[in-house]
């Protein structure tokens, strides 16, 4: 079956949640997703396009960004295997996506119809139930991620909006030396900065003995240091 093929992302998932590998592939047997397939740079989704299904990203990675007043790029999400896009808009009263979703590579997303998730179950099935709750959680969680990146584009220094974002990491992770989840260039998008003055003003912060980093591991040296920067 061709929902198999990914039982192990499934697993993974915040949408299935709580549910087991061969429940959830009953389940999508009665949700029927398309499945779909991108290559680098491939628009997903593009901003104002009409979206009523729920996206869920199966092998590869798909960011989601904005065009500002500038024209210039604003990643807010950069979404990796298992987690979804589109829940608000789907389930909103004009369903037009307010941003682009573009493969970071090739890539596979799987694309759940809203009314499959909400609507009765023709085979009354124990998991719609269970999706169902899984998907308000993740709504939630969203909605608090975003409130957090508008607190990172409100900072008006740069090493303020360096220092909040490696902070998160801190508290996420419970340590002070972590991976980052982002690259180089995708983090300054996300910080909505420039690459080059945030790899400048990270080495200032490496220099005066507040962080460490090599490749995408970052080291809290002065966490003291770093949260007085939030000041």
Known sequence: MIYEKFAGEYAKAALFRGMAPEDIISLLSCLKPKMSRYRKNDLIINAGEKLESIGMVLSGEAAVSKENAAGNRVMMLLLKPGEI??????????????????????CEVMFIPKEKIVGECEKI??????????????????AMMLNKKVEYLAMKSMRGKISAYLLEGYKKTGMTTYALPLKRNELAEFLNVSRPSMSREMSRMRDEGIIDFHRSTITIRDLAGLKKMLE
Do not use: D, Y
């Open 85 to 106: 896009f589109g829940e608000t808009v789907a389930f909103a009263g004009s369903p037009s996506w307010p941003a682009t979703v573009q493969a970071q590579g090739n």
């Open 125 to 142: 099935c124990p998991w719609h139930k269970s999706l169902i709750q899984n998907m308000l959680r993740i709504i939630a969680e969203r």
